[in-house]
């Protein structure tokens, strides 16, 4: 695994082994950055790893300009790779690395984030629920209460055909979904701007 783009190009980045993780292969990870980069810009922007593993999805978005990243992820081993591979190019002070569940976080944190990523265990269907955990805002006049800037992007990544994603969730809404093999990413906007 490697950065790919930005300030930290080419920069290895540690990964836990076993079948509990599994890293975005680099083809999705461009993938992802290509499709946003067409409608969102990165520079400045609060983003939320969660389930992050290796914080390879965050650390890249870091490399390619947003200025601070919560990484989330509950396993000890994980956040300890996540903690060597935010050393290496010295981003422990654009980081916040938070061992937890990623509900619990999600109904405490008072952050409010414009980029989201979402890389659930596969077969667990917990995307639709942390959709519905990030949707926290019923309507846009509570749209700075919690979670979601307005215009925010969510990233969600699953196994190919493993749940049907919903359309829209509260304020969020499907953009688009692209195929990578057994692979399949959805990108969600914020409908308010």
Known sequence: MRVISGKFKGLKLFTLGGENTRPTSNRVKEGIFNALQASFDLNGKRVLDLFAGSGQMGIEALSRGASECV????????????????????????????????????KNTDKVFDL??????????????????????????????KIISPGAAVVCELEKGE??????????????????GRIETAIYFNAVQ
């Open 71 to 106: 990484f989330v992820d509950s396993n000890p081993k994980a956040v300890q790779i996540l903690r060597k591979n935010l050393a290496k190019p010295q981003l422990e002070d654009f980081a916040d690395v938070i061992t937890s569940d990623v509900f619990r976080y999600l």
């Open 116 to 145: 989201i990523f979402i890389d659930a265990p596969y077969r667990k269907k917990f995307i639709p629920r942390v959709l519905s955990a990030l949707n926290t805002v019923k309507s846009p006049e509570d749209i700075n209460a």
């Open 163 to 180: 749940e049907k994603l919903p359309e829209a969730v509260s304020l969020l809404s499907l953009y688009k979904t692209y195929k990578y």
